[in-house]
């Protein structure tokens, strides 16, 4: 049976392997929420658990995988993953018809994935909008939602999460040099199987609230823990100049507020990249 949690910096990959008994026990009363797969290898758990929904698969599937070949972030970033060390799993959530329009969605899930990991002893996490979680200013997890098509009357998304849990010193999952993990960040890193059901306990739960209130039961939370709120900070886009400013919040949509010349803009597009100006 694996331990539920090791010691500061242990980046032992041993008896840490995916089970999806392991995973429903330590669910608990939630198991029943969820249908969940455990695969020891795939291209990208979201491409994978996306071509199920589209063929039928039920709500709350999670497909979870030791290994990513192709794993991919925002504007098709590649996202690796390491075997022992990584948690990367996607959720499948088909959302009731009356839920609002899933604007600030993402925004909503990084509370959600915060509020787990600060459950878990992660403390001092930030929120990089519109996707990232970061510790100590570097990436420890990244999300990336896709709606999928079918018949069912509501908004249905495909929520991939990426976790580092404990990475080689040497391996940067995401390409850049501002990577971190849990066993760095916490005094105990649990077991995977543990993480998965936290996370998706507290998915589960603000989904749920996400499904009746939309995003603003969110919004107070996302701004108390934004990364860079109230610093000067530069947006790039593949479709305009890029523009500099002060952080100032988010609107009620989840839309980025930022001061700049000529004022305040609000900046809703997903291929915008946040940087912080030193």
Not at 77 to 87: I, K, M, N, Y
């Amino acid at each position: 049976m694996d331990n539920e949690f090791m010691f500061i910096g242990d980046r032992s990959l041993a008896g840490e392997a995916l089970d999806a008994d392991r995973i429903r026990a330590a669910l608990g009363a939630a198991a029943g929420r969820f249908q969940i797969l455990v695969r020891e290898r795939c291209v990208s758990t979201n491409t994978e658990l996306r071509e199920l929904a589209e063929a039928g698969a039920s709500h709350a599937s999670v497909l979870v995988c030791e290994e990513q070949t192709g794993g991919r972030g925002r504007r098709g970033r590649p996202w690796h993953s390491v075997r022992g060390g990584s948690l990367t799993f996607s959720l499948l959530w088909r959302f009731p018809a009356a839920t609002p329009a899933p604007v600030g969605l993402s925004l909503a899930i990084g509370v959600a994935v915060a509020r787990a990991l600060d459950d878990l002893g992660v403390a001092g996490l930030k929120l990089k909008w519109p996707n990232d979680v970061l510790h100590c200013g570097r990436k420890l997890a990244g999300i990336l939602v896709e709606l999928a098509s079918g018949t069912h009357p509501g908004p249905v998304a495909v929520i991939g999460v990426g976790v580092n849990v404990a990475l080689p010193r040497d391996f940067d999952p995401s390409g850049t040099i501002e990577a971190t993990d849990i066993a760095g960040a916490a005094a105990r890193r649990p077991s995977r199987n543990r993480l998965l059901a936290e996370l998706l306990r507290s998915l589960g739960r603000d989904l749920d609230r996400y499904s009746a209130e939309g995003f603003a039961p969110f919004r107070s939370d996302w701004v108390r823990r934004a990364a860079w709120m109230g610093e000067r900070v530069r947006l790039v886009s593949e479709f305009a100049a890029p523009l500099e400013g002060r952080l100032v919040g988010i609107d009620p949509d989840g839309a980025l507020l930022v001061l700049g010349e000529g004022g305040v803009h609000r900046l809703a597009s997903g291929e915008l990249s946040l940087r912080r100006l030193l």
